[in-house]
């Protein structure tokens, strides 16, 4: 039952909207008539998609959509596929005079229904069209040496994750006379998705694949992300080889570019390679006795890139991700941080290496590709950080400059308690890195020339510098011209933007879903953001962030202060800062609000 002021607000914007939809009616043109609904009704976000989401209302006989994203919308649902039940999260398609429900959801309580909402949400395809499976079909499963290097005698191997299916990349290191020569050897996806094909279009058309705690909706179809295009051990794969050749200090001296044929000879997981070299674990250094030799060298040569990272500048960000723990039955069993091992530095460096190598090469050549850019920070984020770091007597190392300075700040942090806060402080102070037809450096890597290649089973980004290299290297014209790499950046990188907001909201519904179960529950975390109606609180024992509302802090009234870093008590004068750890107890978990509410139990 709505409250007589909401009835009343309710019963205002109906007839607002309805009032809206009659002066609609009275425009001669179409184009008039958009321009006016879209003016009054549509949010920012909500001009981009088709498909509008919110909950059911009902006043009279009047049902609404009351839309879930800011600014917030009320639209008049003229249609629906399915029942109409109030307060249920609804999924719905723009009309011009309202909105037609697509998708209810009654309540979100298990991960495949957080799934179904979001995919429902950004219009995500569950499926490749008819014309892409019959040219997979069609794909050559014999693999063909023609015009290639034979690099099957390298000792490459994948490293990547547990639950990884699709492995795009394989490295390999030998050392001779001081110097070292590594191999990046990368999945040679052109060669089955050639340009303009059914494809070509629909992957470009999906950007990047969007993984799920549990599956991923993927960029190309499993047939070739799965086995043609994944470096399999035992399996012989067309790949496109990058071969450095680095003197003792890091630096790279030659540099081959090879179409090849490699035969992996091992499937290591990133835990298994630092019980090995870091842990010296010895019964999986037995087990990978004819490789041990290789992962040290692998190891020597990391250290001495890091070394060279750090000398020229560069921001390292030490940021856990969320580990969700799935049970057999499919439910989330548990969410943990998981741990940076010096094995993800491993690939990390190897792959950065490779990218900046392209990217170089190509430059020189003066051919049009598409750089990654990222654009130096705004000075006044940078100046609300230093402040915090003030706060917390963190030396600011005037006598250094630009990215080199704040390096220093963040070695300074290094584990500290404030650690993770002051890295994503700064991460937030940061521009976010895009892809454009002009190079315009890589500030966070402290890079001139930087570019993604290594990675073409699942960013759009890397088949075209594939394609692009290839051309080059064949003394062939680029496939691409300027203005169409111009166009593609923009869409790429607004579409990688979409697929880090779907992604995170996965992450905040399931750690919410996970939350459900322990309300009443206390906990000890640390603040980690400080906002006009409340603070957020980041719990030590499970990874989830949650809010504490100052409306439910009842012994004073608080204030926010020193640009969002501190809130204070007017008349107790009790303070709380970024970075302080409290205790707070689960008093809500709202999945189909999206919202985790905690209240302040004390403060340690």
């Known amino acids: 039952m709505l409250y007589t002021s909401d009835r009343k607000k309710s019963i205002t914007r109906i007839r607002n909207i309805k009032r809206r939809s009659k002066k609609l009616k009275r425009h001669k043109t179409e184009k008039k008539t958009n321009k006016i609904f879209t003016e009054h009704s549509f949010s920012p976000q909500e001009k981009k998609r088709e498909t509008i989401t919110g909950f059911i209302k009902k006043v009279g006989s009047t049902y609404t959509l009351e839309s879930d994203a800011k600014p917030y919308a009320s639209y008049v ?117 050639p340009k303009g094909s059914a494809l070509d279009k629909e992957a470009n058309m999906r950007g990047m694949s969007v993984y799920f705690p549990d599956s991923v909706i993927p960029m190309l179809p499993a047939a070739l992300s799965d086995d043609l295009c994944s470096l399999k051990p035992k399996k012989n794969r067309l790949c496109f080889s990058v071969i450095m050749e680095l003197d003792k200090k890091g630096n790279v001296k030659r540099t081959r570019f090879e179409k090849s044929v490699i035969r992996s000879v091992k499937r290591l997981t990133y835990e298994e390679v630092e019980l090995a070299i870091i842990e010296k674990d010895k019964q999986v250094r037995k087990r990978l006795k004819g490789i041990l030799k290789d992962l040290e060298l692998m190891k020597e040569l990391t250290e001495v890139l890091l070394e060279r990272r750090s000398e020229r500048g560069s921001l390292d960000f030490d940021l856990p991700e969320p580990e969700i723990i799935i049970d057999l039955k499919g439910a989330v069993k548990n969410i943990l941080r998981s741990k940076r091992l010096f094995s993800h530095r491993i690939i990390e460096e190897f792959m950065i290496l490779a990218n900046r190598t392209v990217a170089e090469f190509l430059e020189r050549k003066k051919i049009a590709v598409l750089f990654r ?55 937030r102070s940061m521009k976010q ?95 980690t953001h400080i906002a006009p109606f409340g603070f957020f609180v980041e719990l030590f024992d499970v990874f989830v962030e949650g809010v504490v509302l100052f409306s439910d802090m009842v012994d004073d009234h608080y204030e926010v202060k020193r640009e969002g870093t501190v809130f204070a008590g007017k008349r107790r004068k009790k303070i709380f800062t970024l970075g302080d750890i409290v205790r707070v107890k689960v008093v809500s978990a709202d999945v189909e609000r999206k919202v985790l509410r905690f209240v302040l139990t004390g403060k340690n």
């Open 77 to 193: 649902i003229l249609k629906s596929k399915e029942k109409l039940i109030e307060e249920a999260l609804a999924v719905a398609r723009k009309l011009d005079r309202g909105c037609e429900i697509t998708k209810v959801f009654p309540a979100i309580s298990t991960l495949n229904q957080i799934k179904e909402f979001v995919i429902a949400k950004y219009g995500l395809p569950r499926r490749f069209g008819k014309n892409v499976e019959d040219e997979i079909k069609l794909l050559e499963r014999k693999v063909s040496t023609k015009n290639r290097i034979d690099l099957t005698h390298i000792r490459h191997v994948t490293i990547d994750g547990e639950n990884a299916k699709d492995f795009d990349d394989a490295v390999y290191v030998e050392k001779t006379d001081g110097h070292y020569r590594l191999y990046v050897s990368i999945a040679d996806v052109g060669s089955y998705v």
């Open 373 to 427: 850019v990222h654009e130096e920070p705004e000075h006044e984020k940078l100046r609300v950080f230093e402040k915090f770091c003030k706060s917390f007597g963190i030396p600011l190392h005037r006598n250094k400059n630009g990215i080199k300075r704040l390096q220093a700040i963040l070695e300074s942090a290094k584990n500290k308690f404030y650690e993770f806060i002051l890295n994503r402080l700064l991460l």
């Open 433 to 527: 890195a895009k892809y454009s037809a002009v190079n315009r450096g890589h500030y966070g890597l402290g890079l001139v020339s930087y570019l993604h290649f290594t990675s073409p089973i699942r960013r759009y980004p890397d088949l075209v510098c594939h394609r692009i290299l290839e051309a080059v290297i064949s003394g062939k014209k680029s496939p691409y011209t300027y203005e169409e790499l111009d166009s593609m950046a923009s869409y790429l990188s607004e579409r990688e933007r979409i697929i880090m907001e779907i992604e995170r909201e996965i992450e905040d519904r399931v750690r919410i879903l996970f939350m459900k179960d322990n309300l009443g529950e206390e906990y000890s975390g640390i603040i």
